[in-house]
Structures are given as structure tokens and as C-alpha cells.
């Protein structure tokens, strides 16, 4: 494919996810196959001769369409939103384009200045205490990861390293395994200190978790994946209340904030914490201007080396919605989250079994698990919204999340429509 033809297939290629973008509601939420659909489908083996674009964007439609889970549906209210928006995509398709590997300032510029000012942007966005902030020459700064999980990770590993070099110097004498075994983690069945849990978005009180971490000298991670979005908005930031007794703290953009997938925002009170834990300075990876104090080389701050400039698609976003456009998208979701909770209470074959705090109704049949797992089997079966479960103590519930950037009151008023019949099907097949 040479640039004359990239410039008439990328054009196609835009109209085609524009297509699917403006038509998704018309796609079934939810796909009808079953495991190994696909290979059939497929050769066995990559084609010795290419193939033409016209006959791969043909396969689109017939091979994997049919075996996509469309999360980007209106009536997708399954897990938690993942973001997406055009702007974002378009950001993306300039990372491919430029396609540097940003493992250091060197390796290009550009990657690790924006990274570095877009996490303090969105740093000061969430009101973070400037203690988190690179800014100024401060000592902490925010870093890119690919997923919540993988900050915790590396928070975990550079407590760990802390702890161990704290030890080793107070006492010389201990061998690493006589360390090791001094180590201790502490987490609820949720984890670490959670914003948002992800089975009913509930929350640990910081200001009580906090000065005790500060006190014993503990690591404390703090994990808002979903909810740390809500958080640039004025009427939720005190849920953030506390998050200057923590030494990191992480949510996903990519969530709920209209940035592509990945896009996971971690910050560190020390960024030294980060780098004596990961630091990783071979000669062909060292450079000029790597001791200045002005940069930083962000694979110390990772457990990859490699790392694409997934800050394009934070400044895309953040310059095209505006602060206020961000905030906007949040308060709406919010608000069909509890249009939601009334429609469940206004029916008394129904209770709501959390408070319904940012986009997350856990909601069931009154009644026994069996009853609820068979509505849910029915609802997903049917195939015109999609729901997880989860259970709260011994409860099976519901989970009725607010995802799509396209949903609007209609989608949930129909949603709920739907689930209301499916009830009366479960309750009369009961009494049978």
C-alpha cells in the first residue's frame, strides 16, 4: 500500500467506523456464537500472496462483526464504560503515524513532555495536592500505565523495594530471605484503598485509612479506576478527601473520560520511589540530558521498556471537550443513573441494593439468587441489553451501569421496559 492508496482507503476506513459508530444501536448488544466460532471461518495459514483491502473489509462484516460484544451500544450496561470518542481515535491514528517508542526523552522528545504536562493537567483537573504534580520541580509527577491493574502492580513492587532498602539499611545483618519474610500487604476483599469499587461502586473512607498508613510508615495505594473520572467534577471531589495522606494514586481516563483505551493516569507523592524500583539504564539507552533534572525517562516509572505516546490522545480530548464539556458527559451519565434507581423503585417486585452514587445501579428481584440468576440468563439470552452480576454478601444482584457515549433517557427508559417483562416471564415460570 503505497501513500496514494492510504489516502483513499484511510478515507474509507473513516467512513466505515463512522458508519458503525451512527448504526451500532441497530447491532445486536450482544453476539450469538459460540467458542471457536471463528477458525472455520479463517485459513488454516497466512496467505502467500496478499490479499486486496476490498476483501478484507468484506471479512469485517462477515467473520468478526458477528462475534463482537458492541460495548459502544446504547444498550450496553455490562462491567463499566470503557471510553471512546473521535477525538481520541483521531489521536490514535497519529500515534500509529509517528509510531516512536518512548522509552526515554531521547527517543523522542515530544512523548515524554506531553506525557509529563497532560498528567498535570489532568492532575489539577482532579484538584490533586501539588505534591503529585511535576510541576515547579516538585518531586512527584503522574505517568501513563496500561491498565489499573498494572499501576497497582507497580506501585506493590516499589512499596516493596522501599521497604526492603529501608530494612537493609537499619539492619545490615538481615539476609534478603529473613526480609522477604518481614513483608506484609494488607487489602480488603476489594483490594487496596478503592474509590468505586468495581461490584457496586462503593468507598473507603481515606481520612480514616490515611493517617494510620502515615503513622505506621505503610505504602498507600489508592485505586479509582472508575470513579477518579467523576472526580473533576466540583459536587464529587470529596469523595477524593484524603488522597493527600496516599503515595499513589491511579484512575482510568480510559474508563469514562472519552480517552481510548489504554489510558490508565497514576501519580507518585516521590517519582524516586518509581525509579529505584525500575530503574533500568543500559549504555545504548543513556543520553545527554538524562541527569539534568529538567526530564524524565519514563521506562524507570514502568515494568515495560517500550511505550506509545498515548498522551496525543489526553491532549486531543481534553482541548476538544474543555473541562466543562468533560464535566458535562459525567453529569449526564449520572443523572440516567438515577433516573434508573426510580424507575426500580417505583416497582415493588424490585429493591436497590447499594446507593447509587456516580453511573452504577445494583438492583434485583426481591426474592431468592435463583430467581435473580434467571432473569439475568433471560435478559442476556435475549440479546437487546447486555448486564453483568455480582454479589453483595450473600445477595446475587444485578449491575446496571451507564456506558455508552451515545445513551440517552429513551435507551434506559426501553431498557428497562424490557427487563420489567422479563421479570413477569421469571415470576410466572416460578408460580408454575
Partial sequence: MNTSEFRRRGKEMVDYVANYMEGIEGRQVYPDVE????????????????????????????????????????????????????????????????????FSWAASPACTELETVMMDWLGKMLELPKAFLTEKAGEGGGVIQGSASEATLVALLAARTKVIHRL????????????????????????????????????????????????????????????????????FRHLLNGVEFADSFNFNPHKWLLVNFDCSAM?????????????????????????????????????????????????????????KGLQAYIRKHVQLSHEFESLVLQDPRFEICAKVTLGLVCFRLKGSNKVNEALLQRINSARKIHLVPCHLRDKFVLRFAICSRTVESAHVQRAWEHIKELAADVLRAEKE
Fill in 35 to 102: 467458542p471457536g466460532y471463528l477458525r472455520p471461518l479463517i485459513p488454516d495459514s497466512a496467505p502467500q500472496e496478499p490479499d486486496t483491502f476490498e476483501d478484507i473489509i468484506n471479512d469485517i462484516e462477515k467473520i468478526i462483526m458477528p462475534g463482537v460484544t458492541h460495548w459502544h451500544s446504547p444498550y450496553f450496561f455490562a462491567y463499566f464504560p470503557t471510553a471512546s470518542s473521535y477525538p481520541a481515535m483521531l489521536a490514535d491514528m497519529l500515534c500509529g503515524a509517528i509510531g516512536c517508542i518512548g
Fill in 267 to 323: 501519580w507518585v507523592k516521590k517519582r524516586s520511589d518509581l525509579t529505584g524500583a525500575f530503574r533500568l539504564d543500559p549504555t545504548y539507552l543513556k543520553h545527554s540530558h538524562q541527569d539534568s533534572g529538567l526530564i524524565t525517562d519514563y521506562r524507570h516509572w514502568q515494568i515495560p521498556l517500550g511505550r506509545r505516546f498515548r498522551s496525543l490522545k489526553m491532549w486531543f480530548v481534553f482541548r476538544m471537550y474543555g473541562v
Fill in 168 to 235: 537493609q539499611a537499619a539492619s545490615p545483618e538481615l539476609t534478603q530471605a529473613a526480609i522477604m519474610e518481614k513483608l506484609v500487604a494488607y487489602s480488603s476483599d476489594q483490594v487496596v484503598a478503592t474509590l468505586g469499587t468495581t461490584t457496586c461502586c462503593s468507598f473507603d473512607n481515606l481520612l480514616e485509612v490515611g493517617p494510620i498508613c502515615n503513622k505506621e510508615d505503610m505504602w498507600l495505594h489508592v485505586d479509582a479506576a472508575y470513579a477518579g473520572s467523576a472526580f473533576i467534577c466540583p459536587e
